[in-house]
């Protein structure tokens, strides 16, 4: 009795597990199964000197790469908030030009988030991405401004 318990519960989710490949196969917003991260050059990993530079100049669109709730507790004035884990990326982004200077940040060094999300920029054809490595603790730590959601309205 127990033998035919434990046989049907690998049945079961044997099955599971291959519908869940299946449908990841063919769904539109299915996942990668290994991520590959995408090659950064010297010049597209930016730091906290470059980043404020670069700010000063308004010369990119900063973009958070934090989920919602970090992005609204402070920063980069002027940053889009575009969650990297976020499925509407595209419209989030629809008043970002593809030949614009984007500057994709999140937490700090050791955040991997800025990096996915300026990987599935340049696969969404922005040709100019850049990764600020130190994210929004260095940034706050050099004495540089952080706008909280409350100071937005």
Sequence with gaps: MRASKI???ILILS???ITAFIYNNLSASGIDYIYQSEKFSDDEILTVEQTKEIFDSKTAVFIDARPMFSYSRGHIPGALNVPYSSRTKEQLLKD???EENIV???YSSRCNQARILAT???KLDYKHV???NGGISEW???GHPVETAKSES
């Design 140 to 142: 706050q730590k050099a």
């Design 7 to 9: 046989k049907e519960f």
């Design 120 to 122: 599935e920029l340049k």
């Design 15 to 17: 099955i599971a597990i």
């Design 130 to 132: 850049a990764v600020f």
């Design 96 to 98: 970002v030009e593809k």
């Design 104 to 106: 994709v940040y999140c």
